[in-house]
């Protein structure tokens, strides 16, 4: 999602998934949000137009292409959608019990050159 500062209630589903990208098995989030990318390589697919919806129906492998520090939202992973080219900041899930994002490859993605 980008936008300035643009609010959404989350909706919509917060099912397990296999990754497009990796194929690892992914659980949903156990905090009240919904997971939106691989915890694993960070992948994710464009299936939201607002998050938790799935009323997107681009369904490209969206990249992390970047990851940001924010004041008030913690890590951000930026996106970049394989098919599109829609930019989009998601929150990373490093706090999440069951499944925490990987912070090796979120580190990995800041260091990575701009696209």
């Known amino acids: 999602m980008s936008g300035g500062g643009r609010r959404f209630t989350v909706q919509g589903t917060n099912n397990a998934f296999t990754c497009a990208h990796c ?12 997971r939106n990318h691989c915890p694993h390589c960070l992948h994710s697919l464009h299936v939201d137009i607002q998050p938790g919806d799935r009323a997107n129906t681009c369904h490209g492998l969206m990249v992390p292409v970047g990851a ?3 004041g008030k939202k913690g890590w951000m992973i930026v996106h970049r959608c394989a098919k ?12 999440d019990p069951a499944q925490p994002d990987d912070w090796d490859t979120l580190i990995a993605v800041t260091t990575r050159p701009p696209v």
């Open 23 to 34: 194929g690892q098995s992914v659980e949903p989030l156990r905090n009240g949000s919904v």
């Open 68 to 70: 940001e520090q924010s």
């Open 84 to 95: 599109c080219g829609y930019v989009g900041r998601n929150r990373a899930a490093l706090d």
